[in-house]
């Protein structure tokens, strides 16, 4: 199979450079561009799967983009980078036909997860073959303590029939891996997995893309345009916070689950659709109902089974497994060997309650990842809230012996951290690159050597400093 190309368009080189690096190691080939006049070059020179465009560009515009690709290339997803709480530009983006949008700063995790689903619905659309095998053949719920072996034994079970499944969970527990793996191990695994955050759509938006809409039925439809149901027929409609769904939406989704059809906007018939529906939340459906936010009826609908999946505090066996698992991953995405964890990492990592489960396990890897010397990971390197708040106390602590205050290089963190311990470190991080930069006449290699750290690590942190 050829490799999927993707198309970046932002007058920014900061951006074009993550976007391409991200896109890389997804093993997608990136062209980057700067302005509309050079995208149409490109779009008329080659074809791409997928397109990210700027909203703003130094010739025009993003939705200038969007509106030439949808006339040209009706088969290409784009999205849209807009600025970030720019609701009105993500909604007219989508409006335009774009097919997603990306806010800056840019969340890697939502911009891998965005170009997954992106470029699986193109293939679909363009052969009409199911890709859902892709996106998760190689993704599997990772532990082996008893509470995931009960997870996996109820997935197994749960995949044998067409029953709607309601997946409880706090946030970050893993719950669209597990619908995912209820599709595949299913008699439907051929068929598309379609995931939505029902959060992340504009309510004035909700019913055409769920439902589709047609040309001409409103201010910007150019063209026909499927929506999420019919994407996903004779597959699985992954509803992802559906405790997001305005009540009208709620309405309108009960009576295509039960009519098994739905009306695109401007259509005169309804369209028949063959879905399996998979919800999750990390909201306590149950006690919206009570409160009146969401309807009984489709509660029950969408609730026939509930699977539950346990935080990971619950489970502290599997984290050093998991722990293993994303290090492997991390180093097959960089092209290196995987980073090893020293024993005092792996007992903090152990010892910690992580409130953002399984998502926040991979973000900790992957900064410590970023951030440590060599090929090994220290327990600092982790940079757990629990041992950083050691260190504030530590450093506020009278020292010991005839109780005279020693002479302090720094302020002391009670005083100097008005605006919290993170905003402290970050500053004192700053002063000391920015000194090691001045020093060394702005020689990052140099600079990275007098700091004690490698240049890669440097990088991150210039990055995460903002430092241009």
């Known amino acids: ?106 969340d890697i995790q939502m911009l891998r997860q965005l170009v997954r689903t ?49 997946i409880a969970g706090e946030s970050g527990v893993g719950k669209e891996l597990v619908a995912r793996l209820i599709h595949e191990q299913g008699p439907r695994a051929s068929g598309p997995f379609i995931p939505v955050n029902c959060g992340a759509i504009p309510s004035e938006l909700m019913e055409s893309e769920f439902f589709g809409h047609r040309k001409g039925s409103f201010t910007g439809a150019h063209t026909d345009k499927e929506g999420l149901f019919q994407a996903a027929h004779g597959g699985t409609l992954f509803l992802d916070e559906v405790a997001e769904l305005p009540l009208h939406m709620q309405v309108k989704l009960l009576r295509a689950i039960q009519e098994k059809a739905v009306r695109p906007i401007g259509a005169r018939e309804e369209v028949p659709v063959d879905v399996r529906i998979l919800s999750a939340t990390h909201k306590n459906l149950a006690a919206l109902v009570e409160q009146g936010q969401f309807r009984q009826d489709l509660f029950y609908r969408i609730n026939v089974i509930e699977l539950r999946v346990p935080p990971l505090r619950e489970r502290r066996g599997d984290v050093s497994l998991l722990s293993n698992h994303i290090l492997q991953g991390l180093a097959r995405k960089d092209g290196g060997a995987p980073r ?75 005083s100097a951290a008005a605006g919290g311990l993170d905003d402290y470190i970050s500053n004192l991080e700053r002063s000391a690159i920015m000194k090691a930069l001045e020093e060394s006449r702005y020689n990052k290699t140099a600079a990275a050597k007098k700091l004690g750290i490698t240049f890669r690590a440097l990088r991150y942190k210039l990055k995460k400093l903002g430092i241009d």
């Open 1 to 106: 199979m050829s490799q999927q190309t993707v198309l970046v368009i932002d007058d920014e080189r900061d951006i074009r450079e993550l976007l391409t690096i991200t896109l890389g190691r997804m093993d997608l080939q990136v062209d980057a561009v700067g302005t509309v006049t050079e995208a149409r070059r490109a779009l008329g020179e080659r074809s791409y799967d997928l397109c990210f465009t700027d909203m703003r560009l130094p010739d025009g515009t993003g939705h200038e983009i969007v509106e030439h690709i949808s006339a040209n290339h009706p088969d290409m997803p784009v999205a849209m980078i807009t600025a970030y709480g720019n609701v009105d530009a993500a909604v007219n983006a989508l409006k335009a036909g774009a097919f997603d949008f990306v806010s800056k700063p840019v």
């Open 118 to 166: 992106a470029l699986r619905l193109a293939e679909e659309k363009r052969s009409g073959k199911s890709a859902a095998k892709a996106g998760g053949a190689g993704e599997r719920l990772v532990g082996d303590s008893s509470a995931m072996q009960q997870v996996r034994s109820t997935i197994a079970k749960l995949a044998r029939n067409q029953a709607p499944v309601y």
């Open 340 to 414: 090893r964890l020293l024993a005092e990492a792996q007992q903090a990592l152990e010892s910690y309650d992580f409130p953002g489960n399984v998502r926040e396990l991979e973000n900790i890897l992957e900064r410590a990842t970023a951030m440590c010397d060599g090929d090994t990971i220290a327990a600092d390197d982790l940079m757990l809230p629990q041992r950083l708040q050691r260190l504030e106390s530590a450093a506020v602590q009278p020292p010991s012996g005839n109780g005279a205050a020693a002479p302090a290089t720094t302020p002391p963190v009670s």
